[in-house]
C-alpha cells in the first residue's frame, strides 16, 4: 500500500532555531501534500497544501514565513519551522493523496516537535 | 476549519462494552472517514463511508451515515483494552482535496 514515511518522529531543539520534517512517499508519486499540526488533546488541523513545484497554500493564520514547505519532488515534501518558539511544540502530520485510489489519503507517523 | 463536532469529548468503559462516538458536520460530503490515533501516534485509517451509503461493518465497527442530519456514528462493540485511542472523523470538502478533521473522543477501556 501507499505508504508516507516521516521523519524525525520526535525533535527537541532549542528556541531560535530551525527544525526541519520530511515527507516522503516511499512507493508512489505525491502531487499533493497536506501539512496537520496537533496540539496536545486536540484535533488535527491543516496548516498548508504543498503541490510539487508550485508554491504552497497556506490556511488563514498560518504564517508562511515561519512555516516554510517545499515539494520540489514528487516523493519529498519538507517542513521547516524557523526561529521556533516553545509555542511551536506540537505534533506535526503530514498527509498525502493517493492517485488511484478513490478518496485515498495515507499518513505519515508524525513528528513530535519540542521547542525549550 | 474544522469540519465536524464529535461527542463525546471523552468516554470511559468497561471492557466488553460497546462504546458509540457521534460525529457531525457542516457541509455536504462525497464520503466520510473514521480514524484512530493512538496517543502521540499516526492516524490509522479505519473505514470510509460514502454519502449513499447507511450503514457499513469492518470487524467489530459499525458506521452509520444520516447526510440529511449531516451526522454519522462509530460504534464498536465488544470493546478491548487495546481500543483506548482517540478517533477522529474527517471529510473531504466538496473539491475532494485535503481532509477535514472533528474535534476527536477520547476513548478510555478499562480492563
Known amino acids: 500500500g501507499a505508504v508516507v514515511s516521516q521523519h524525525p518522529s520526535r525533535v527537541i531543539c532549542k528556541s531560535g532555531t530551525s527544525v526541519k520534517i520530511e515527507c516522503r512517499s516511499l512507493?508512489?508519486?505525491?502531487?499533493?501534500m497536506f501539512w496537520y499540526r496537533q496540539f496536545p488533546k486536540q484535533s488535527l488541523m491543516l496548516m498548508a497544501t504543498?503541490?510539487?513545484?508550485?508554491?504552497?497554500?497556506?490556511e488563514q493564520g498560518v504564517e508562511k514565513d515561519k512555516f516554510l514547505i517545499n515539494h520540489a519532488s514528487l516523493t519529498l515534501s519538507t517542513l521547516t519551522v524557523t526561529s521556533a518558539h516553545p509555542e511551536d511544540s506540537s505534533f506535526y502530520i503530514c498527509s498525502a493523496r493517493v492517485l488511484g485510489v478513490p478518496d485515498g489519503y495515507t499518513f505519515g507517523s508524525g513528528t513530535r516537535l519540542t521547542v525549550v | 476549519s474544522q469540519q465536524g463536532e464529535e461527542d463525546p469529548q471523552a468516554l470511559s468503559i468497561q471492557e466488553g462494552e460497546n462504546a458509540t462516538m457521534n460525529c457531525s458536520y457542516k457541509t455536504s460530503i462525497n464520503n466520510l472517514q473514521w480514524y484512530r490515533q493512538n496517543s502521540g501516534r499516526g492516524l490509522v485509517h479505519l473505514i470510509l463511508?460514502?454519502?449513499?451509503?447507511r450503514e457499513k461493518h469492518s470487524g467489530r465497527l459499525r458506521v452509520t451515515l444520516d447526510t440529511s442530519k449531516k451526522s454519522s456514528s462509530l460504534l464498536i462493540t465488544a470493546s478491548r483494552a487495546a481500543d483506548t485511542a482517540s478517533y477522529f472523523c474527517?471529510?473531504?470538502?466538496?473539491?475532494?482535496?485535503?481532509?477535514?478533521f472533528g474535534a476527536g473522543t477520547r476513548l478510555t477501556v478499562k480492563p
Open positions: 474527517a471529510t473531504p470538502p466538496g473539491n475532494n482535496n485535503d481532509m477535514r
Open positions: 463511508i460514502r454519502s449513499n451509503e
Open positions: 512507493d508512489f508519486q505525491a502531487t499533493t
Open positions: 504543498s503541490n510539487e513545484g508550485s508554491k504552497a497554500t497556506y
